[in-house]
């Protein structure tokens, strides 16, 4: 079954820096690509998502790229804010189908 | 997006008894799914429900523990059987499929604390 590693644990950055976190997959077949925001005692919100048809994506400050050949994927938030401080998530499947999260990235951003 | 809402929000309850979860989507869904959060962990998927026939399960997960329902396209039920303090956690539904995309949206989770 599917795999995805997501690196790294935790993500400390100077506000106005950019901030990136790295997933891997394991299944070729997986061609749907969601990235999760989750703060404290929250539900997990979509903030952005890539299909494999795709090799970039951006939503004003956040971006996420997409290598198939290497089975890797990328958020990318520039400019940060202390509002972007949570827990970020990715997650792979195929379509409308079962989602497998990676570990998640608690990500601190100071002030 | 679809509005999803879950009953109870949290609950308290005792060693060996059972909990029933409700999940209400605001639109027809195609996919439901149950998935379980542990406190600063990620989430893992309990199973997928489906309409009208019996829930698919991950493994570890099995059918006498967590009976799932989903009578219709816009409501699920899962049911936390025989609690032991090793089953406190969020419990989270979800849905996917809104007019055809793949999106999946959470709903806001189920904290339980089993004494």
């Known amino acids: 079954g599917e795999n995805v590693e997501q690196h790294p644990s935790t993500l400390s950055v100077q506000e106005g820096d950019s901030a990136v976190i790295k997933c891997t997959y394991s299944d070729s077949a997986s061609n749907y690509f969601p990235w999760y925001k989750q703060e404290l005692g929250k539900r997990p919100q979509l903030i952005i998502d890539?299909?494999?048809?795709?090799g970039e994506k951006k939503d004003q400050r956040i971006a996420v790229t997409l290598n198939k050949t290497a089975k890797h994927f990328s958020l990318h938030i520039t400019e940060t804010q202390p509002e972007d401080s949570a827990v970020y998530f990715c997650a792979a499947s195929q379509g409308a189908q079962k989602l497998v999260f990676g570990q998640g990235t608690r990500l601190t951003i100071n002030p | 997006s679809a509005v999803i809402s879950q009953k109870p929000s949290r609950d308290i309850c005792q060693r060996g008894t059972s909990l029933t979860i409700q999940c209400q989507v605001d639109?027809?869904?195609?996919?439901m799914f149950w998935y379980r959060q542990q406190p600063g962990q990620s989430l893992t998927l309990i199973a997928t429900?489906?309409?009208?026939?019996?829930?698919?399960?991950e493994s570890g997960f099995v059918i006498d523990k967590f009976p799932i329902s989903r009578p219709n396209l816009t409501f699920s039920t899962l049911t936390v059987s025989n609690m032991s303090p090793e089953d406190s956690s969020i419990y989270l539904c979800?849905?996917?499929?809104?007019?055809?995309?793949?999106?999946?949206?959470f709903g806001p989770g189920t904290r339980l604390t089993v004494l």
């Open positions: 639109s027809q869904v195609t996919m």
């Open positions: 890539i299909r494999s048809n795709v």
């Open positions: 429900a489906n309409q009208g026939s019996e829930a698919t399960y």
């Open positions: 979800s849905a996917a499929g809104l007019d055809g995309y793949n999106e999946q949206f």
